[in-house]
């Protein structure tokens, strides 16, 4: 993978781009977020990986910045941040990933393949329906009844995963290793927060609501 590292701590930057290169990656790294924002809408790289902390823009502006021109392109944050407010300022702002430091090196390898099985597994064509809702992978668009629905990254993400799964109840866990990747901490509210921002998108207003809590199972988009 061609991956572009924003990271403002030389040692952790050195670590991570040694050990993304012993996997065979190709890094290009920055050490602040305006140099990051420059490399990253100029040229073409399969994956960002930001600190939050940067000099000049901090990682939170930066991925907005990335979003409004590279909507596909996928992000992971590093941050010694750690609460769920901050994750979920982090995955609002456009990232579709967010560790934790300290961590694991292997954790990070697991979270970066996730990231590519999920951009991989879904075809640029792909339109899904589910009664009156309708996605369009390829444009990036939601409907319901022909109106407009925006949505955050992640907030797409999670709706794309209930509705190839329509019909079918989904566990929290299942959600947060499809969205989240691997090692969630299922300890938090995360996936309930998102479930509420969804809603209120997507079935606010309507007479039928299509996103459903089954108690104790987890939660279905039921045509």
Not at 42 to 66: H, Y
């Amino acid at each position: 993978m061609n991956i572009l590292l924003i990271e403002d701590e030389p040692k952790v930057a050195a670590f991570i781009k040694k050990g993304l290169e012993e996997q065979l990656n190709s890094v290009t790294l920055a050490y602040d977020g305006n140099t990051g924002s420059k490399l990253a809408l100029e040229s073409d790289f399969d994956l960002v990986i930001m600190d939050v902390v940067l000099p000049e823009i901090n990682g939170f502006d930066l991925c907005k910045q990335i979003r409004k021109f590279k909507k596909e392109l996928p992000i992971l944050m590093l941050s010694a941040l750690g609460t769920v407010s901050d994750k979920v300022k982090g995955l609002e702002n456009g990232a579709d990933d967010y560790l934790t430091k300290p961590f694991h090196f292997d954790e990070l390898l697991a979270r970066i393949r996730a990231l590519d099985r999920r951009r991989s597994n879904v075809l640029p064509d792909t339109i899904y329906q589910v009664a009156d809702l309708q996605m369009d992978c390829y444009r990036k668009t939601v409907t319901r009844a022909g109106k407009d629905i925006q949505l955050t990254v992640k907030e797409f993400t999670l709706l794309e995963v209930l509705m190839f799964n329509k019909n079918r109840v989904l566990s929290r866990v299942y959600i947060a290793e499809s969205v989240w990747g691997i090692n969630f901490n299922r300890g938090t509210n995360l996936i309930d927060v998102y479930i509420n921002y969804l809603r209120s998108k997507v079935d606010k207003g309507y007479s039928k609501p299509l996103i459903q809590t089954v108690i104790g199972m987890g939660y279905v988009l039921k045509a």
